[in-house]
């Protein structure tokens, strides 16, 4: 008999963590799916827009983090402590590609429709693939084109997806509070915040299956 999971990760596209967050998530996955292939894990990922102040077109990255920062040597040694977790994680960050700090409203509102009309796979595919397109590429998440491109890779339509981009508010189902990414929950009961471990993860899921009713075992 097939056991259920449900975990949910709020994230933000242009959190860097919430890609190292993502790579630990999967392999935590991965690492109970090898003890318990029984186990079905359902994944939700719930947009936060972290930075709504960012203009439509977007802000020059270099300069957004040399002010959050306060200076050159603070950003060379964040961004150094970032792609050190992301190669730990097996993800990819590549800041010499990332020249627009994009405001992510209409990606967010992408994603949010695309979960409704394709099936989880075709979801995660886009997921997937905006987040890395910005980390790894520099792709312009806030352009109406780039968004566009990444829906028709993963087999969506541009006529499905276009009221996305006709500015309604960005849909938060029980998020509209969440300050910080990523951040998890586990069959509905948060488990932490910030990009938790693929064993944390792992612990966690262990002791939700083992909480479970003996019926879903």
């Known amino acids: 008999m097939t056991r259920r999971l449900r975990i949910a990760m709020g994230f933000d596209f242009v959190c860097p963590w919430c890609l190292i967050g993502l790579r630990q998530l999967r392999q935590a996955v991965a690492l109970l799916h090898a003890e318990a292939p029984d186990v079905e894990v359902e994944c939700d990922w719930r947009g936060v827009q972290l930075l709504p102040h960012i203009p439509a077109g977007g802000a020059p990255f270099h300069e957004f983090y040399l002010r959050r920062l306060g200076g050159e040597a603070a950003l060379a040694q964040r961004q150094a402590q970032v792609r050190a977790a992301a190669e730990a994680a097996g993800a990819r960050i590549n800041y010499a590609a990332l020249h627009t700090m994009p405001n992510t409203a209409d990606a967010h509102r992408l994603l949010q429709l695309a979960a ?21 590429r520099g792709d312009d998440l806030g352009r109406e084109a780039t968004l566009m491109a990444h829906a ?15 500015g309604a508010d960005v849909p938060y189902p029980g998020d509209n509070a969440a300050t910080g990414v990523p951040y998890y929950t586990l069959e509905g009961r948060p ?15 262990r002791m939700a299956l083992a909480a479970q009713p003996a019926a879903a075992r």
């Open 116 to 136: 409704g009309l394709g099936d989880a796979a075709q979801r995660d595919a886009l997921f997937e693939s905006l987040l890395t397109g910005y980390f790894e």
């Open 152 to 166: 028709v890779a993963c087999g969506y339509s541009p006529q499905q997806l276009a009221p996305a981009m006709q």
């Open 191 to 205: 488990i932490g915040s910030g990009a938790r471990s693929a064993s944390h993860l792992l612990d966690a899921m």
